[in-house]
């Protein structure tokens, strides 16, 4: 499924999405719209019901009401794997097949897909994300540090050339130095490909770095949604101007880079 099926359309839609687990309510008619080449960070505290949106988005998750569409069309028109396909995926842990060398890895939905030469469009996410094959492309997963078993996943998720990417918490477990290096590393390749975000974090400050917005989710439900500066300035309620003040005290300032 291509972002741009529907010229005009935004690349990535929910619209009064809920889902329920159980008593638990973690969608409550949330609705948000990121335009194509865009990035949205979800941000707000665990349990807020960011990462179960952005599942909503390839279908790890269904909802229970509303509508999800990718390139203005509704994700359930079609194959959920083929869906998956088509998106770029980076979850918290990587996620990369222990068994497989780095290339292999990096290659494997370009594969799925039929494309021409599955390993040249490997290497070259490789290359993109400063693991060069020629370095790497033969290793196992096990035999690289954590920052670079999360670039090797950001690379699986570019190789097909996706127009949409999820990003769940994706440099949430490493220390702050590499952190820093991995962001600064999708910074550049926001400016490289044409590319749609949707990025899951608890770090505001990353949030401001990495995205044009965020939406400040609490309870299943959206905040408010804006630039930092928007967000700071003029917050539209009580919880809100309490994270960021809490944020703006024990970290950098939040601007984009």
Partial sequence: MDVDAHPGASAL?????????GDIRALDGVSIAVP????????????????????CFNRMVEPDSGTITVGGVDVRE???????????????SGGLLPHWRILRNVALV???????????????ALELVGMPVSRFGRRFPHELSGGQRQRVALARALAARPGVILLDEPFGAVDAITRAELQSAFARLRTELPVTALLVTHDLAEAARLADSMAVMREGRIEQQGTADELISSPDNEYVASLFEQALAASSPLRRA
């Fill in 13 to 21: 839609t929910a619209t009064d999405v809920t889902r329920r687990y």
């Fill in 78 to 92: 079609g194959s959920a794997i083929q869906l998956r396909r088509r998106t770029g995926y980076v979850p918290q």
């Fill in 36 to 55: 194509a080449g865009a990035a949205l960070a979800l941000v707000g505290e665990s349990g807020s019901g960011k990462t179960t949106l952005l599942r």
């Fill in 110 to 124: 370009p594969t799925l897909l039929g494309m021409d030469d599955p390993e040249t469009e490997a290497a070259t």
